[in-house]
């Protein structure tokens, strides 16, 4: 009687079950994000999500006259920027229809929604009367501050995790740890969206980790060189310089490093994104989907992500700079030819900025 054995997988297929994987957990991320800033599936078009948008923008204390007022050329080159970005997200969509195409467009595509929102954000800096930030570390920090430090309700931007939970969560509602893969509706996007921000700043704190050993490890060296300093002054026999490497924490000192990591928000894991996707595993927006409908979908969900966040920015600039001068930057904007085509980027929500 022949023997059967269990089958060993592949390295091969043992790499594309993890690429499938991933690329289910991040689609998930994306479309619980999408639902807490106000789109449905079943929505035909994109107008009903921003409407819900613009109800919980309408709503926010955020909305305030700065008492700096600033020249409104000076916010346009950022809002240039984000725009011209969105503009080529979008564009995807309307003229990437193949399934392997849509597959390699989804790597640029999750990176242009973190330039959406980062030039945004530094647009709406600026608008403020504030110096722009020259970094994404600055500029990922003030995203932070202006949206999750001030406890406004306006998820997903204002969404957030530190060291002493989440943050800005909506009244009577608690956060319960889910997989991911479960499914995703208007209750559930909470739990899932906020996995993907505990599991971000996860990463962050691995990585704060590591540099607080670093600099542990810098300190006892330097120790070491002064003490053979001195001994040797002392006309004492040289020592071996011993390899220093990389100390453990204390459980003190893993309290403090836990404390002094800041709040994680919407904006930090679109950027853990950008770095999967142009660094760590690009593959996995190739390999990973099971079908066309699967990236059809993430690529939506990220274009909805892109116009809402850029409504959300709009909306405040346009407070600061006034409705007229912001107006005037839009339409200037939808003049310069392929911009204005209709329904799709800034086009999309001018009627809207309008009414406001």
Partial sequence: MAIIRP????R???REEAESGAFQTHSAYVQAFSLLAGYRDADHDDAPGLNRALSMIRASPSLQVPTVRIVPDDVYPMLVSAWGTELLLALNET???EDDIVRVSNNWCVVQLYYVMYHATQALVVARGNRRPVSHAATQRIFMDYWVKKQLQIPPWTFGIGSSGYRNVSQGRVITDIHPWSACDTNTCWDIAGKALKTTRGEGFREHIKHRREDKQKVTRKAWNEQE????AAGRIARKKP???LPLLTPEEKDAAKASLRDYTFMDYVYRLRINA?????SMFIDGPRDRLSSERLRHNLIRLASSTLLLNEAHV?????KENMMQLVDRWL???QANTPNVGVALRADILRAF
Avoid at 7 to 10: E, G
Avoid at 229 to 232: C, E, I, K, P, V
Avoid at 278 to 282: K, Q
């Fill in 7 to 10: 089958h060993t997988p592949t």
């Fill in 278 to 282: 142009n660094y760590e595993d690009g």
């Fill in 243 to 245: 390899d220093f490497g």
């Fill in 229 to 232: 300093q001195q001994r040797l």
């Fill in 335 to 337: 003049t310069s030819g």
């Fill in 12 to 14: 091969a297929e043992r």
């Fill in 95 to 97: 003229y990437l229809k």
């Fill in 318 to 322: 346009l407070v600061a700079l006034g």
